[in-house]
């Protein structure tokens, strides 16, 4: 069954280090979404992006965020200068057709920011 | 902002008995969803509701949209402890921006 990969899985940075984490979406799905879990919360909206460019962003997803789909594969989440108040589960989701259709996660990247 | 509000947070039941979870909004949503997520993994989908009043049965789980699109019910029949976990219920707003509840930890024991 396809699915939705993350890399890395683990990541230990330094406060005001730049990360970009890594999402292979479901081949066919051609609406991507990034979200974040800081530990012992809900799981909160960043962005949505389809054609190449945002269709919606958080008031979280400010100038240190940035997405991009470099190649036809990949899906990126760059943070900037990290902050302490970064460390959190990111997720990456794509689905098929937007909103009424199946989002599928990906297992996560757990970022800690020292 | 959209809120999802879900209830109850937590759920200690035993094996066989019946539960409801919640989620309720001001908000109008395109459409939602419920998820169930383990610890340390992302979200696993159960189900998307679209219409008013829908009703979608998965085995044992019921889930209803509300008629107003602003609530949503997940029923459990006859609770087993593979059932324990994490039910998240997420509403689309616009069709292209999710909001996610709280949650509902629920244990079954047996």
């Known amino acids: 069954e396809p699915e939705v990969t993350q890399t890395p899985s683990h990541q230990v940075t330094q406060m005001g280090q730049e990360v970009i984490l890594r999402c292979v979406p479901i081949?066919?799905?051609?609406?991507f979404y990034w979200y974040r879990q800081i530990l012992g919360q809900k799981v909160e909206f960043l962005v949505s992006?389809?054609?190449?460019?945002?269709?919606?962003k958080s008031e979280i997803f400010d100038d240190q965020f940035s997405v991009e789909r470099p190649d036809g594969s990949n899906f990126t989440l760059k943070i900037r200068s990290t902050k302490l108040e970064d460390s959190a589960m990111y997720f990456c989701?794509?689905?098929?057709?937007?909103?009424?259709?199946?989002?599928?996660f990906g297992p996560g990247t757990r970022l800690l920011v020292l | 902002t959209q809120l999802l509000e879900q209830s109850p947070q937590f759920l200690s039941i035993q094996e066989g008995e019946n539960l409801t979870v919640y989620c309720n909004s001001s908000?109008?949503?395109?459409?939602l969803q419920w998820y169930r997520q383990e610890p340390g993994e992302g979200p696993v989908l159960l189900v998307t509701?679209?219409?008013?009043?829908e009703v979608k049965k998965l085995k044992r789980l019921t889930f209803q949209f509300g008629d107003a699109r602003k609530d949503s019910s997940l029923h459990i029949t006859a609770a087993q402890p593979g059932d324990t976990g994490l039910y998240l219920c997420?509403?689309?707003?616009?069709?292209?921006?999710?909001?996610f509840g709280s949650g509902t930890k629920l244990n079954v024991k047996p």
């Open positions: 992006f389809y054609n190449n460019e945002i269709s919606e």
């Open positions: 997420a509403g689309a707003y616009n069709f292209n921006k999710f909001y």
């Open positions: 509701v679209v219409t008013g009043g």
């Open positions: 081949s066919n799905h051609l609406y």
């Open positions: 989701a794509s689905s098929e057709v937007i909103g009424q259709e199946t989002q599928y």
């Open positions: 908000s109008v949503f395109s459409s």
